[in-house]
Nanobody, 126 residues
Framework: QVQLVESGGGLVQAGGALRLSCAAS????????TAWFRQAPGKGREFVAA????????YYADSVKGRFTISRDIAKKTVYLQMNALQPDDTATYYC???????????????????WGQGTQVTVSS
């Protein structure tokens, strides 16, 4: 069983930046495909970004391309989401999710991820 713990959320003004962290309990967490999803109030959960076992193999939702960067620190068993140029529409609860293997064509589907964190709140004020 893999446990994921998110941190780094908070309140920031539009145009600001935050870095979210997702720490995994497993030593072999670098072999997991790890993704970030978010859920705004009254909306469904949506894909944000993902990183596969190769740290150069990354994927982004169109809405965050060029602003968000996902990365992995293997030694720290942690995946990061650097969020720049934040906008009020980015306000949501951000969740980390992971699974041993996710095919590329399904990487944006939340049902492909077995392990989930508890979420961290990001609020962007205008």
């Amino acid at each position: 069983q893999v446990q994921l713990v998110e941190s780094g959320g908070g309140l920031v003004q539009a145009g600001g930046a935050l870095r979210l962290s997702c720490a995994a309990s497993e030593v072999g967490s670098s072999r997991l495909t790890t993704a970030w999803f978010r859920q705004a109030p009254g909306k469904g959960r949506e894909f944000v970004a993902a990183i596969r076992t190769s740290v150069t193999d990354t994927y982004y939702a169109d809405s965050v391309k060029g602003r968000f960067t996902i990365s992995r620190d293997i030694a720290k068993k942690t995946v990061y989401l650097q969020m720049n140029a934040l906008q009020p529409d980015d306000t949501a609860t951000y969740y980390c999710a992971a699974n041993p293997w996710v095919i590329v064509s399904a990487i944006e589907r939340e049902d492909q991820y077995r392990y989930w964190g508890q979420g961290t709140q990001v609020t962007v004020s205008s």
